[in-house]
């Protein structure tokens, strides 16, 4: 859900169109009917458990006006699906929504065209009413009969107008999740449950350091039917059960012998490293705007927050099969062109000797494991060519060795007039970068890759483009009203615990330091913290969700209860994505409980409703986690928090209730809601903190040990 | 070899005995509900009824169920013939990307059994082994509530 996605079209010339449908211009490439009755769509953006396929088939069944239940979904798969890059962003509704309600609008444009030729009735008077066409005297046709794909073997014209907000009947409609179904009766619907005939099993030893080499494997005899694959420091388990693989590698394990150095930071001190590191960064400028103001007053603040994992529920898993020189893998990446990419890279053959086909697989917050295992598998199944090999990583492999959030640092300055207000922000973002995920580079950032017998280089990961919405430097700058702005951001060249894209980026950071420096500059004002954010905010939306949350918290009436809290969080995601205004009520006991959240939203145009406020309370859910429990724990030489004990995340008991409105305007472009509330509510619960106790952290998480240590 | 009673059906398994209830219900079983998380007990996404209690299959050896009833989230109901709990986390659209829904369900119909009419604490406290990670906590508790009160109307 996070990452460049395709926000920044290719200037090539050609006439606009909406979204993918741009670099994917061939109507076929998009959808089809067929005689049966039925509609099948190929978006390029895939399920993550975010509900898209739904939205998508949602915006289909309206433009061409057929049932809901008509429309039918092809996974996304190389060579033939759209090239929709990543499915990440918060960006798939406007991408891959935009492109299939202008695609859909041309091809039913289309259609009709064919039918007034043949019947000599005019367009204009051609109705659609669930794919049949109807003339004044009645039907005349319908897709199904014509389901000509031939009508579709061209590129969408951009002069097509999709239907009015108001003419939509099922896009703005909760209509319930077509893959639910699947997965509340247990059906083989993940890429974990992929079995193909004759499929091995397999399990990846893993070294016992970052960076460690494999020397030396002993010589001794695996189960029967197990065999090892090595590649330099790549080692991996074969056989024909769960089982025996599983047993296979521990073999191995104890028959590897390793080269095993320090190469992490001291954990106990993050900050100070990442000061450290970022005098040998990479340090650039985000924005300069406006002139300095004289200012009668200053604060300065520094904010921090460790590293964090994506703790997807299911580890990372993939199936690859070898035929010749082609290979063929089921994948749950988030970009399945981009991983093709990569895999060709690390494999030195030609992109069109990889097929890859999207399988779901558990929630998936950004770059998680799901490339590194593709590409663990398609190693391991070049030894048994024709054979099938199911790679699944551990718990351990998943919260050790995925891609994690970079650990950061921002320092702020805030300078005020001498009423209170705003008038200078300054402020510095360090960070490793928030993206290595795949097919952007040269060199393939799959994890393997850095472990063959030709190792390639591990790069330090980059920043997504700030007109994309930037990296660490996401939701940095203020979306209030400040006449001078002076932000800069170092990203770190230097890499020890390989990062990449999660759910908001920097976001998670920025905008918690952004809200603590509104609420303390608030306090020495003396102003109610809603009204001195109103007081800088031109933006009529950002107005509309704030004033929305106040009246559901009942902020104006709030009363003060001794070891309860109630704050607010505020954001626009990227500052140009969804708006989450979030009220956070948390009780401070032994340590600190989130107990209620109050979210409003706006997304734009809303096509399911219960969709959007599913991704809002989800992103809050995951904010509370993140907010009270997480980080990623490490000795100076592997990640040490691998497990559910380690790096525990938000149980049932501790979960907030949480209330969702959402304002809808049809009228407007989608948003987009997959990371707009996680970063809000994690500085609202900072506010209930500091509105229950009196005391300013600065530090994620909100543990007793980091309370402690705040004033 | 080993029998037991899968769904409803006498099975008999080509495993090892020590192999984990899970891998064999998956493997020769030819289960998808069961999901792998963890095998260490710490997520839930395993969970199955053994006899009707709530056991988490990733640790428990095979051989531990000889002669036994297994129920796994398929043998709760089909889609034409739901389970009132997979009804009501249909109507509520309680999930996400429902990887932990399986384990989930099992242990809230052994809950249900054992207590009717749970109240919120009660359907927290039976749901706390189990994890999950795109935040659909509230509407898993609506749902098990409402699969409660339909069941008593």
Redesign the interface.
């Known amino acids: 859900m996070s990452g460049f996605g395709a926000a920044l079209p290719p200037a090539d010339g050609k006439p606009k169109l909406p979204g993918s449908l741009h670099a994917n211009r061939r109507l076929s490439q998009w959808l089809g009917f067929s005689a049966d009755g039925r509609v099948t769509i190929a978006p390029g953006k895939v399920e993550l458990g975010q509900g898209i396929l739904t939205t998508l088939s949602q915006i289909a069944a309206d433009e061409l006006d057929v049932d809901f239940a008509r429309i039918e979904v092809t996974p996304a798969a190389t060579p033939d699906s759209p090239d929709e890059a990543v499915t990440s962003g918060s960006l798939s509704t406007q991408d891959s929504g935009g492109a299939l309600r202008h695609a859909c609008a041309a091809a039913r444009a289309i259609f009709i065209e064919v039918v007034a030729q043949r019947t000599g009735i005019p367009p204009e008077r051609i109705a659609i009413v669930d794919g049949t066409f109807i003339g004044p005297a009645g039907a005349i046709g319908s897709y199904w009969e014509l389901a000509d794909q031939a009508l579709l073997e061209t590129e969408a014209r951009p002069d097509v107008q999709p239907k009015a907000a108001a003419a939509r009947r099922i896009a703005g409609t909760s209509v319930p999740r077509i893959d639910l179904p699947d997965k509340v009766f247990g059906a083989a619907r993940f890429v974990h449950d992929l079995r193909l005939p004759g499929m091995l099993h397999a399990r990846v030893v893993r070294p016992p350091a970052r960076q460690a080499r494999l020397l030396a494997l002993r010589d001794g005899a695996l189960p029967a039917g197990a065999r090892a694959v090595r590649d330099g420091s790549f080692l991996v388990a074969l056989a024909p059960t769960e089982w025996a693989a599983e047993a296979a590698a521990l073999q191995l394990a104890g028959w590897a012998e390793w080269s095993a150095e320090d190469t992490l930071p001291e954990a106990g001190d993050l900050t100070a490293w990442l000061r450290e590191a970022a005098g040998r960064g990479e340090r650039s400028e985000v924005i300069r705007r406006g002139e300095v103001v004289p200012a009668a007053a200053s604060l300065r603040r520094s904010f921090h927050r460790p590293y964090i994992a994506h703790a997807s529920v299911a580890p990372s898993c993939a199936v690859a099969c070898w035929q010749g020189d082609t290979v063929e893998v089921w994948s749950h990446s988030q970009g399945p062109y981009n991983l093709r990419a990569d895999i060709a890279k690390a494999l030195k053959t030609a992109p069109d000797k990889v097929l890859v086909r999207h399988r779901e697989g558990a929630g998936c917050y950004g770059h998680n494991g799901a490339d590194d295992v593709a590409l663990d598998a398609v190693l391991a199944a070049r030894a048994v060519p024709g054979t099938p090999v199911r790679v699944l990583w551990s718990r351990a492999e998943e919260l050790g060795w995925s891609p994690f959030s970079s650990a950061m640092l921002v320092d702020i300055e805030a300078t005020t007039d001498a009423g209170g207000r705003l008038v200078g922000w300054r402020s510095h973002i360090v960070s490793n970068g928030h993206s290595s995920r795949p097919g952007r580079d040269p060199v393939p950032t799959l994890l393997a890759a850095g472990m063959l017998a030709e190792p390639f280089p591990v790069k330090p990961s980059i920043n997504p483009p700030l007109a994309a919405g930037g990296g660490a430097p996401r939701n940095g700058v203020p979306l209030y009203t400040i006449p001078h702005l002076e932000i800069d951001t170092t990203r770190l060249l230097e890499m020890p615990i390989r990062t990449s894209a999660l759910r908001g980026l920097g976001a998670t950071l920025n905008v918690w330091s952004i809200e603590a420096m509104m609420d303390e500059l608030a306090a020495a004002a003396r102003v109610d913290p809603l009204d001195y954010r109103l007081q800088h905010l031109d933006d009529a939306r950002a107005v509309a969700v704030l004033q929305r949350v106040a009246v559901m918290c009942g902020w104006r009436e709030r009363q003060k209860r001794d070891g309860w809290g109630l704050g607010l969080g505020f954001a626009r995601y990227k500052n140009t994505g969804g708006y989450a205004a979030v009220a956070a009520e948390i009780e401070a006991r032994e340590r600190v409980f989130c107990r209620r959240l109050w979210i409003a939203g706006d997304v734009g145009e809303v096509v399911n409703p219960d969709g959007v406020a599913n991704q809002y309370e989800g992103g809050a859910i995951h904010g509370t986690s993140v907010a009270l429990l997480e980080r990623v724990a490490f000795d100076r030489r592997r990640v040490t928090s691998d497990s559910w004990e380690t790096y525990p995340i938000l149980r049932f008991s501790d979960v907030p209730k949480v209330a969702v409105e959402l304002i809808d305007r049809p009228e407007l472009p989608f948003l987009g809601a997959g990371e707009a509330s996680m970063a809000p509510t994690i500085a609202a619960i900072g506010a209930a903190i500091t509105d229950a106790l009196g005391i300013r952290p600065r530090a994620l998480p909100f543990t007793p040990e980091q309370l402690a240590s705040a004033t | 070899m080993l029998s037991l009673s899968l769904n409803g059906r006498p099975v008999t398994l080509d495993?090892?005995a020590s192999?984990?209830l899970l891998?064999a219900l998956?493997?020769p079983g030819g289960?998808?509900?069961?999901?792998?998380?963890?095998?260490?007990e710490?997520?839930g996404?395993c969970m199955v009824l053994v006899d009707g209690l709530p056991r988490h299959a990733c640790t428990l050896p095979v051989e531990a169920v000889a002669g036994r009833a297994v129920t796994?989230?398929?043998g709760l109901?089909?889609?034409d013939a739901?389970h009132p709990l997979?009804a009501a986390?249909?109507a509520e659209?309680a999930?996400?990307?429902?990887?932990?829904?399986?384990g989930i369900?099992v242990s809230a119909a052994a809950l249900l059994r054992r207590d009717p009419d749970p109240d919120e604490a009660a359907?927290?406290?039976a749901?706390?082994p189990?994890?999950?990670?795109?935040?659909?906590?509230?509407?898993i508790?609506r749902a098990v509530q409402r699969a409660a009160q339909e069941a008593r109307a």
């Open positions: 495993v090892p192999v984990s891998q998956r493997g289960l998808s509900g069961p999901r792998f998380g963890c095998g260490n710490q997520c996404s796994t989230v398929e109901g089909t889609p739901p997979q986390f249909l659209q999930g996400q990307c429902g990887y932990c829904l399986s369900l359907i927290r406290a749901l706390e189990h994890l999950c990670r795109c935040g659909s906590h509230n509407r508790i």
